[in-house]
Structure formats: structure tokens, C-alpha cells
């Protein structure tokens, strides 16, 4: 079959692999779409982050040249001996979280905080940017037919939305801030229109992102103009319930701090290549709190039946469809150029 694979910091391949088989224990799917994430691009274009180079992946026994494609739907085509949950012709997305079971963070449930924890498209175990991936049942979740092959593709990105908004002290009527309005920062927004927010206010630079998240409820805010900090305690007298820092820019994680009313919090969504120096008594002064999370537990279930709600939708996230040849030119070179992009999916059927 024809698959993605990475070799190296802008070296990825378009190559014939062999299909995986159904395994024991395995259900084998046939791929229908596979988002684009910005985890792709950081491997591709500054790599490798997640992905085995020079040692196998604990879990995965794989390292590079390794499949890619995390965010993907499909159908199940065959199932491996002891599947008692699916068979098939069954419609589903992956939870691509690869955990030992065994760690302390395995044994309070907290598989995402994993201390040898990979994901399937990044680690090993095949990949979104295929024909074909063969999963462990434990990790397949059924969408009902009212979710689209499409919107499918959206659950795993938008798990780690919700799962921000779940994690955060948000409640029910509160104001929040989602600095940076990027596809994760977009979905953030769904999730809190899900949790029932008063107000929302999205800070982007870009105009077309801005817009983005204007169309979907917030207010844009452009940090260009005028201060971004000053605008929103205004607005909110006295500043956002939560903030989600959704830029993985240093300095907006002190504007995010301070655009935060007292006891308030910042939760950390992006992750950050470097340091991010803020004033401790930021904190204190306010005794206002930081949390970040990593991924998503226990979510897909939840963010599949809003999305049979319409939150999360494919109509509005998704700008571009494409051919999985084309995933390098049209997909990872258009992502890296053009903000207007929010949500590329990628077919291996077109
Ligand atoms: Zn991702
Ligand atoms: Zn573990």
C-alpha cells in the first residue's frame, strides 16, 4: 500500500509498504481521512520531536522511517481473534495514545501522562497517511452514522480541546480568553461554547484567523492593536475566569497571566520550544493558578456525541481536502505558508 513515511527533518516519503495484517487482538481499518497536525509539520519541518530516531519506541519496538497520521477515520475492514467490540463494515476513529499500563501514571488511569507514552502515527503501529492501519481494539472508538467520515477526522484534535476546558476550572457562565486562534485554539473555542461560556474573546494576530474565530462565536481581539491585557480586564471587569495559552509564544504566556482576574487561572495548551520566563509574583500577587495538560483521556466518547450536536464542525474547521500524494506540497508546504488554512484532511482515496 501506499504510505507517508518520515525519514528525516524535511525528508518524508511517499512509499509502497506492506498492508498490516489483523493481528490478534487487531482490528485492520481502511483509512478514509487523515488530518493534518501541527505536530506533522514540527516533525517534518524541525523533527524529530515525538517521533524514534536512533532507538526503538519502547511501546512500538519502531523507529524512523515511520508512518504518519494521527488524526484519521475509517472503516473496519477485518478483525483479529478475540475483537469482540467491532466487526466489519463498523465506521471509526483511533485514539492514537500508545501507553504501558504499568507506570504509576498507567495505574491512576492517567495513560496520557504515560512515562513511556507514544502516539500510534508518530511512534510506530502504522499511520493516518496510509491506505491501511491495523489498531489494538482498546484503542478504536465507533462513530455513529450521523458523524462523517470527515468529521471523524476532527475528534482526535478536538479531543485535546475539550479535554483542556474538562481539565481547567472553567464552570458554566465564565468568561474565558484562548490566546492564539490556530486549528487548536479554534476548537478550544467550540469546547467552551460545549461548557456553556458567557463570553469568549480570542487573541490573533492574523486577520484571517481572527475572522475564523469570529465566525464561530468569539470576539477577536488583535494584540497589534493597542493592549490586548487592558482590553480584556475591561471587557470583563477585571479579567478572564481561564485563560487558555493556545501560541506556545513566551511572551503571551505573561499576557495571559495578567489578562486572568484574581484566583483565576492559565491553563497551558501548546507546548513550548523554549523557556518562558514570567514574574512569579504574577501568581502570587493574584493568587492566580497555572495547570497545562498533554493530549486527552477519557474524552473521545464525549466529543464524538457533541459532535452529533454540531459542535466541532467539519463544515466550518476543514479548508482543504486532499489527495495523499499530495500531502507534502499541497498539505505541509500550504499549512507552513498560509493562515487562512485551518483543518487540511487527506484521503488515500481521492
Ligand atoms: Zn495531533
Ligand atoms: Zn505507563
Same mark, same amino acid.
Given at each position: 500500500m501506499q504510505a507517508l513515511r518520515w525519514h528525516g527533518v524535511k525528508d518524508v516519503r511517499m512509499e509502497q509498504i506492506e498492508e498490516p495484517a489483523?493481528?490478534?487482538?487487531?482490528?485492520?481499518?481502511?483509512?478514509?481521512?487523515?488530518?493534518?497536525?501541527?505536530?506533522?509539520?514540527?516533525?517534518?519541518?524541525?523533527?524529530?520531536?515525538?517521533?524514534?530516531?536512533?532507538?526503538?519506541?519502547?511501546?512500538?519496538?519502531?523507529?524512523?522511517?515511520?508512518?504518519?497520521?494521527?488524526?484519521?477515520?475509517?472503516?473496519?475492514?477485518?478483525?483479529?481473534?478475540?475483537?469482540?467490540?467491532?466487526?466489519?463494515?463498523?465506521?471509526?476513529?483511533?485514539?492514537?495514545?500508545?501507553?504501558?499500563?504499568?507506570?504509576v501514571a498507567c495505574k491512576q488511569g492517567k495513560y496520557n501522562l504515560c512515562e513511556k507514552m507514544g502516539f500510534l502515527g508518530l511512534a510506530g503501529g502504522g499511520g493516518g497517511f496510509s491506505e491501511y492501519v491495523a489498531a489494538d481494539e482498546h484503542m478504536v472508538h465507533k462513530i455513529p452514522d450521523?458523524?462523517?467520515?470527515?468529521?471523524? #477526522? +476532527?475528534?482526535?484534535?478536538? $479531543?485535546?480541546?475539550? @479535554? *483542556? &476546558?474538562?481539565? /481547567?476550572?472553567?464552570?458554566?457562565?465564565?468568561?474565558?480568553?484562548?490566546?492564539?486562534?490556530?486549528?487548536?485554539?479554534?476548537?478550544?473555542?467550540? #469546547? +467552551?461554547?460545549?461548557?456553556? $461560556?458567557?463570553?469568549? @474573546? *480570542? &487573541?490573533?494576530? /492574523?486577520?484571517?484567523r481572527r475572522a475564523k474565530a469570529e465566525e464561530l462565536g468569539a470576539v477577536g481581539l488583535n494584540p497589534a492593536e493597542g493592549d490586548?491585557?487592558?482590553?480584556?480586564?475591561?471587557?470583563?471587569?477585571?479579567? *478572564?475566569?481561564?485563560?487558555?495559552?493556545?501560541?506556545?509564544?513566551?511572551?503571551?504566556?505573561?499576557?495571559?497571566?495578567?489578562?486572568?482576574?484574581?484566583?483565576?487561572?492559565?491553563?497551558?495548551?501548546?507546548?513550548?520550544?523554549?523557556e518562558a520566563p514570567i514574574h512569579p509574583n504574577l501568581i502570587v500577587m493574584q493568587e492566580r493558578n497555572i495547570a497545562g495538560i498533554i493530549g486527552y483521556r477519557d474524552v473521545f466518547p464525549a466529543v464524538i456525541s457533541l459532535m452529533e450536536q454540531g459542535y466541532f464542525s467539519a463544515e466550518k474547521l476543514i479548508t482543504k481536502r486532499i489527495a495523499l500524494k499530495d500531502v507534502v506540497s499541497e498539505g505541509f508546504e500550504t499549512l507552513m505558508k498560509e493562515k487562512s488554512q485551518v483543518k487540511i484532511l487527506v484521503s488515500p482515496n481521492l
Open positions: 489483523a493481528l490478534k487482538g487487531k482490528v485492520k481499518i481502511k483509512v478514509e481521512w487523515c488530518g493534518i497536525c501541527g505536530s506533522d509539520l514540527h516533525e517534518y519541518a524541525a523533527g524529530p520531536i515525538f517521533i524514534p530516531k536512533d532507538a526503538p519506541h519502547p511501546l512500538t519496538q519502531e523507529q524512523a522511517p515511520i508512518v504518519m497520521g494521527h488524526e484519521f477515520s475509517g472503516q473496519i475492514v477485518e478483525v483479529g481473534e478475540g475483537v469482540s467490540r467491532f466487526k466489519a463494515g463498523d465506521r471509526v476513529v483511533v485514539e492514537p495514545i500508545y501507553a504501558c499500563g504499568q507506570c450521523s458523524v462523517s467520515f470527515e468529521q471523524g #477526522a +476532527l475528534v482526535e484534535p478536538s $479531543a485535546v480541546a475539550l @479535554y *483542556a &476546558v474538562r481539565q /481547567s476550572q472553567f464552570k458554566v457562565g465564565d468568561r474565558a480568553v484562548v490566546f492564539g486562534a490556530g486549528p487548536i485554539g479554534l476548537l478550544v473555542i467550540e #469546547a +467552551l461554547k460545549a461548557s456553556g $461560556a458567557s463570553e469568549i @474573546y *480570542a &487573541v490573533e494576530l /492574523s486577520p484571517e490586548v491585557v487592558d482590553d480584556i480586564r475591561r471587557l470583563t471587569n477585571g479579567g *478572564a475566569d481561564v485563560s487558555y495559552e493556545v501560541t506556545g509564544v513566551p511572551v503571551v504566556l505573561t499576557q495571559a497571566i495578567q489578562a486572568t482576574k484574581l484566583s483565576g487561572q492559565i491553563m497551558i495548551v501548546s507546548i513550548f520550544e523554549k
